[in-house]
């Protein structure tokens, strides 16, 4: 599922008319060689097999996928449906079904891409256009809180979460432990999953923002300023707009990654039903019933429509030459 | 309602920088003027224009649009309307909404903003364009649009930063002659950047020229021409450039190449060194029986003009003398050229003129 996302990290820059370059054509010319065309194929094809297997083994018969390889199938082919059927209605052995976990998943995936868009194109505008002393070191900073790794952070997060957190007397996070026992307010609600996820994603979210909006022509932003423009309303009716290929690319990424993601979910929502993701129902499904191969494929392929979707749906921001027009290069 | 514009000592010091990029400037630009600021790159045209936009800070000395000081108030308050080199259009915004976009930050009514988008198009001949985006615009009706988006404005100044230079020639000229209508027709003052001194010539009711930061002249196009302060207005201005000649102060004139220009003797005694600089207009230096020598050594057919390049014999002063004549010099030929009307300049200094 992770293939999707590592294909969109790369952002199309803000196209502009002098980007033309000989380097583009001459890559063009060279990934549109027959041989390349060949290796791109061959590539494909090793890459999708998984994927296929999967597919496959999700619609073959419980007896069938434990005892023989998916391959099989061909030979013998044998369709049935029951398998997804028994992972969404929970079935005999199944409880709850996937259907809560896939409605919390998108609880938890969708406020986290949002966050962290909204704060991140603010800061990016912020540290890309107000002129400020200072700019370019808060920059490098957050740019160089990318190397803490995530598995680092996951625990004093918890803490903070369960006990709140105080630098000597003055509270920064205050503690939200219910009068009396050892449960915090937060435990199961989405908060603390949002707020971990959000903070995971703002440094990567402000540096991509960042570069691309700082690309953005100035002759723009002074132009919008004459006709009577405040910061807000140059970032709000102006870089907005223009940046929608770069907050739509990072936007894909995130809700995939806070989709797929598992560790973050079981560390801050534990496994409490109610607001665990689709990846750790997925994870019980191993764990608990044993190698149930035929019902682990069906609740992933269930999974893996979400992102499809998302996908494709939002590929068609990517439009290029969004700054035509605008100034004479 | 349009205003004047003053400029009040106002010099510019970047930070870091040694020499100012705009030093002392006093100029008052008139209700309903059309003034161009004109000079060679890096004088400090484009950054003074900007300084009364508010996109570059003031190191020292003040700013007035009408009687207001604007020295330390933001861009989006001064109610000036820019015209950018590169047009600066919002491309994801239709012709109509690039008009409208200031109007609408103004809180102005909708039914207002429409009648003044309409008008605008109209006067700019853009009717048919108002619902296309800016990328499906030629380069003359970008520039258009930028016009109609500093019109429907009604500001009390109109800056504009070398507003043709991205228009191919012929359609540089004939969108000169509409901006410089449109600005008397709208009386709007307006302050107009070039490097092109045709450009200022034939639009300012007076240019002002710049070098290195400093002011040099304002003044008609005519007076400018006719009355330069100094040996870089007298050079800047005119096409080709006036001829200047190092010339050594002898008893009665000044000589050069071995002849004695006479030049009357008050003139000289103004003369801050043993030299002087000789001005003369490449039409007022003819082809002539007698006179200073000229080694030829370029000839330009223009049609209605032949321009005639040359040197000095002892080849230290390069000249450019204008030929009425059907028959023009060969490359390698020695004339004769004929001053008729001149000017004076000191060798030192600021070059000021003194005839």
């Known amino acids: 599922m992770s ?4 294909e969109i990290v790369i952002l199309p820059g803000p196209e502009l008319p002098e980007e033309k370059s000989g380097i583009k054509e001459s890559a063009r010319r060279k990934l549109s060689s027959p041989w390349a065309v060949v290796v791109v194929v061959f590539i494909t094809v ?25 391959w099989t199938f061909f030979r013998n082919p044998a369709v049935t449906f029951s398998n997804y059927a028994e992972v969404i209605t929970g079935g005999t052995t199944m409880g709850t079904g996937i259907m809560p976990y896939f409605f919390n998943s998108f609880a938890i995936a969708i406020p986290a891409a949002i966050f962290p868009l909204i704060l991140a194109s603010m800061a990016a505008y912020a540290i890309a256009w107000v002129p400020f002393k200072g700019a370019v070191w808060i920059f490098f900073g957050i740019f160089a809180l990318q190397v803490v790794p995530l598995q680092m952070a996951l625990l004093p997060l918890l803490q903070m979460f369960n006990l709140g957190w105080s630098i000597g007397d003055i509270p920064i996070f205050p503690d939200l432990n219910k009068p009396g026992s050892q449960q915090s307010l937060l435990a199961g609600t989405y908060i603390p999953l949002w707020i ?16 691309f909006m700082a690309q953005l022509p100035r002759d723009l932003m002074e132009a919008a300023r004459v006709d009577g423009a405040g910061h807000f309303l140059i970032f709000r009716k102006i870089v907005l707009p223009l940046s929608i290929p770069a907050i739509a690319s990072f936007a894909i990424f995130q809700f995939l990654w806070v989709w797929n993601d598992l560790l973050v979910a079981i560390t801050f929502a534990g496994g409490t039903p109610d607001v665990a993701p689709i990846t750790s129902y997925l994870a019980t499904i ?13 609740g992933a392929f269930i999974a893996i429509i979400v992102p499809l979707i998302v996908f494709f749906s939002l590929q068609r921001f990517f439009v290029r030459g969004l700054l035509a027009g605008s100034v004479k290069g | 309602m349009t205003e004047s514009v003053r400029f009040e000592d106002v010099s510019l010091l970047y930070p870091g920088g040694t020499v100012p990029a705009v030093s002392h400037l006093n100029l008052t630009i008139e209700k309903g003027e059309f003034l161009v600021l004109v000079g060679p790159s890096g004088c400090g045209k484009s950054t003074s224009l900007r300084m009364v936009a508010g996109l570059e800070p003031i190191s020292d000395g003040k700013i007035f649009i009408g009687d207001r000081d604007v020295t330390n108030v933001a861009a989006k308050d001064r109610d000036i309307a820019m015209v950018f080199q590169n047009y600066a259009l919002y491309p994801h915004m239709s012709v109509g909404e690039n008009m409208a976009f200031a109007l609408k930050i103004q809180k102005v009514p909708k039914e207002e903003i429409a009648r003044r988008v309409q008008e605008a198009a109209k006067l700019l001949d853009l009717t048919e364009y108002v619902d296309r985006k800016p990328k499906a615009l030629s380069g003359g009706q970008r520039q258009r649009v930028a016009m109609g988006r500093a019109i429907v404005r009604e500001p009390h100044v109109f800056l504009m930063d070398e507003p043709l230079s991205n228009l191919d020639a012929k359609l ?15 009386g709007t003052t307006t302050i ?8 200022a010539m034939t639009m300012g009711d007076r240019v002002a020229v710049l070098k290195d930061g400093i002011l040099q002249q304002v003044d008609t196009p005519r007076k400018l021409y006719d009355e330069p302060a100094n040996a870089f207005v007298a050079t800047f201005i005119g096409s080709p450039s006036m001829n200047i ?7 009665g004139g000044a000589e050069f190449g071995g002849t004695v220009l006479p030049i009357e003797r008050e003139v000289l005694a103004k003369a801050d060194s043993d030299h002087v600089l000789v001005g003369v207009r490449p039409e007022d230096l003819n082809l002539a029986e007698s006179g200073p020598e000229m080694k030829v ?7 209605a003009d032949t321009f005639v390049y040359g040197t000095t014999p002892d080849g230290v002063n390069e000249l450019v003398a204008r030929s009425r004549g059907f028959t023009s010099p060969r490359v390698g030929d020695t004339v004769h050229v004929d001053p008729q009307r001149t000017y004076v300049f000191t060798a030192t200094g600021t070059q000021a003129r003194i005839k």
Do not use: C
């Open chain 1, 46 to 70: 090793i890459w999708t097999i998984p994927t296929v297997g999967l597919l496959v083994t999700s619609f073959r018969p419980a007896a069938d996928a434990q005892n023989t390889g998916w």
């Open chain 2, 192 to 199: 107009y950047v070039t490097h092109d001194q045709v450009e």
């Open chain 2, 172 to 186: 540089r000229v004939q969108t000169r002659t509409q901006i410089a209508a449109l600005q008397k027709r709208l």
């Open chain 2, 297 to 303: 050594t370029l000839v330009e057919e223009l049609g």
């Open chain 2, 245 to 251: 000649i190092h010339a050594k102060v002898v008893d």
């Open chain 1, 286 to 298: 191993k764990g608990s019933y044993g190698a149930q191969l035929h019902l682990i494929t069906a």
């Open chain 1, 196 to 211: 971990a996820h959000t903070m995971f994603a703002l440094p990567l979210a402000i540096f991509l923002l960042h570069n």
């Open chain 1, 3 to 6: 293939v999707e996302a590592s």
